[in-house]
């Protein structure tokens, strides 16, 4: 009978904070609609179902969203989606990166990355299919242009290259970036992992490893790879001529990605730094840019948050 | 009510986490140099790509070669370069990309003393056997050392 009693006034007990949560609710910015994406309508339709509760300023909660605790997690979702990328606001974006963005949002799909899990559950709608999949990959596709014999991009190419090799690239400071990693120079010198073709952007791209890197590769020890290494990713422009042969233009930007489980346990145990231009800008704003780094290497968590698939040398 | 939380909080991450994929099924054994072509004591000179034939390639070189073609220099004595030629194939990881397949060609252009003693060789199938035809190494010869370096600051 006690226990009885007591079991009524624990769940009395929790009602009264489950209604009191209800007048604690997060705020949920409303924020206008600057500039809406252009895309075809079937497109349109799939990132509006799938995408915008959380990336557009045209959130559509339903009243399961609106209820405590649940509705703390609905706000962050939103918070953090319009951060990474809010297609009601597409002329924030610099028009090269939009591209870009749209690309990593699809392959976000396809890995199943996103929609987000917990989200997708109790939405059902916006759940992407196969055939939304296609509809999508085929709408990229078809910005692909190739531009064989652009003189602009071969006038680039060719005067950073008399530069380089002029010695006139060598500045006496190496940059750094705001988490503290130093551009290494001698990348060059490493192992080539593998060679990319990055024809949703128009570069290519050679991955270097250091010496932890490729023996790792040989021994087969790569998941997780072994404190100490280091790749280099280099990027390019591509440069095409009539016959569809395309070498390496302009060089774009270095990445690195440096493993230490300690001292980068934060960022699953990889120290990310981008440098870009040959006058290696160091990328972000603040030091917390590598959130960006991680939410795109999100999909291959299962390889060691790594996309490259080394071949041994 | 503690069991209850822990086992649910389990159920959660067993969602969110997937198994890590095995070593093996993350390198690219196809396009992998057997061991008696490795370049391991070498660097990397440039890479390319053929749209039509849908074959990217790496040129490798030794020491020589590559302090060579990173000066912009012509030909010298004792330079060993290697060019690897793999088919494409869409990088699994990455709709947007495409990776290196199976290995087409491997081709060795070496110098002895003399820069203008070149030596060649051509390199084809599965497994990989020199090709003893000899057309058209000349133009390959000038293909090869013609290429220019990638810019690395």
Redesign the interface.
Known sequence: MKKRKTFRDILAALLVIFIALQFVRPSIPQQPVTSDIQAPPEVKAILRRACYDCHSNETKLRWFDQISPASWRVAEHIKSGRAVLNFSEWDKIAAPDRAGKL?ES??QA??GAMPL?DYETIHREAHITEKDLIIL?DY?NATVK?HPGDTAKQNA?KQ??QN??DGK??SAQLPKTLNGITYM?D??????I????????GT?R?I?GNDIA?KA?HD?????WPDGTIFAK?A?D?L?NK??????G??KQ?EYMIKDSRKYADTHGWGFARFKT?Q?IPYGKTATFTSECVGCHK??????F??T????? | MKTGLIVSAAVVLM??????????K????Q???PASF???NM??I????????QT?S?L?GNRIAVDRA???KILAAGEQLVLVVWK?KP??????????DKIESIEQVSTGNDPSAIGYKRYEGNPLALVSDTTGNKQRIVAIIA???????
């Open positions: 690309w699809v392959n396809i890995a899990k990959k990229l190739d190419a950073q290259y380089w090799i690239m060598n120079p990348y060059k010198n490493w192992q080539a593998s060679t990319t073709d990055r024809f949703d952007n290519m050679v270097f490729v590769v087969g020890k790569i998941n997780p280099v390019w591509q095409e016959d569809g042969n395309v070498t390496t302009a060089f270095i040959p290696l999909p291959v968590a299962d390889r060691d790594v996309f698939s080394p071949l041994k040398n | 969602a969110s986490c997937k198994a890590p994929v095995a070593p093996d993350i390198v690219n054994n396009a992998s140099l490795s370049v391991n660097h990397v440039t890479s390319s790509i053929n749209k039509r034939q990217m790496t490798y990173r000066s912009g494409q990088d699994e990881n990455w709709f947007g990309a495409n990776i290196p290429q220019q370096a990638s810019v690395m600051p």
